[in-house]
T-cell receptor, first 112, second 111 residues
């Protein structure tokens, strides 16, 4: 079983739709959680950190559910420019590694 | 703004050649990382470094080595390039256990 799992998609949604992605992680000793956005043939760019209390940045909302070991990303009022691959990333504290472990990504395609 | 730069965007090498990929960050981050990214396999950690002259193996270190002589610079070395090392190579840096910032990537093709 992978340490961090995401549905690869693609999620095809019309403009204006609300779409949500989940990301499950296997290790309960996890401290830091992030969502990254990656455009085709580009590097991942940090979209937002995920805090225990949840956080919102404009149309984007991130949530953490420690009991069920998943994080979620909600995008409201989808724009064509939101089309990208969304990667979740987790820091597993008990490994002593400062590196993040990434999911394979969920591809979103917003259609006109 | 954090800036992470990589020496080349595209590189074509021949099997058996020694390949150097360089990465520089300007935010005084102590941690630096090298990943490769392949379709369907996601980002896989090759090596990372917590400090100058320190290095740790990631998940797929075979066929690679690294060098960190200065805090801002982290080099990835392919001692003898092989076709299965054709990939996108991404460098990243971070402070402590916080978010990582990536360079633009080097798309390496080994013929």
């Amino acid at each position: 079983r992978k340490e961090v799992e995401q549905d690869p998609g693609p999620f095809n949604v019309p403009e204006g739709a609300t779409v949500a992605f989940n990301c499950t992680y296997s290790n309960s000793a996890s401290q830091s959680f992030f969502w990254y956005r990656q455009d085709c043939r580009k590097e991942p760019k940090l979209l937002m950190s995920v805090y225990s209390s949840g956080n919102e940045d404009g149309r984007f909302t991130a949530q953490l559910n420690r009991a069920s070991q998943y994080i979620s990303l909600l995008i409201r009022d989808s724009k064509l420019s939101d089309s990208a691959t969304y990667l979740c990333a987790v820091n597993f504290m008990d490994t002593g590694r400062r590196a993040l472990t990434f999911g394979s990504g969920t591809r979103l395609q917003v259609q006109p | 703004d954090v800036k992470v730069t990589q020496s080349s965007r595209y590189l074509v090498k021949r099997t058996g050649e020694k390949v150097f990929l360089e990465c520089v960050q300007d935010m005084d981050h102590e941690n630096m990382f090298w990943y490769r990214q392949d379709p369907g396999l996601g980002l896989r950690l090759i090596y990372f470094s917590y400090d100058v002259k320190m290095k740790e193996k990631g998940d797929i270190p075979e066929g690679y080595s690294v060098s960190r002589e200065k805090k801002e610079r982290f080099s990835l070395i392919l001692e003898s390039a092989s076709t299965n090392q054709t990939s996108m190579y991404l460098c990243a840096s971070s402070s402590s256990t916080r978010e990582q910032f990536f360079g633009p990537g080097t798309r390496l093709t080994v013929l």
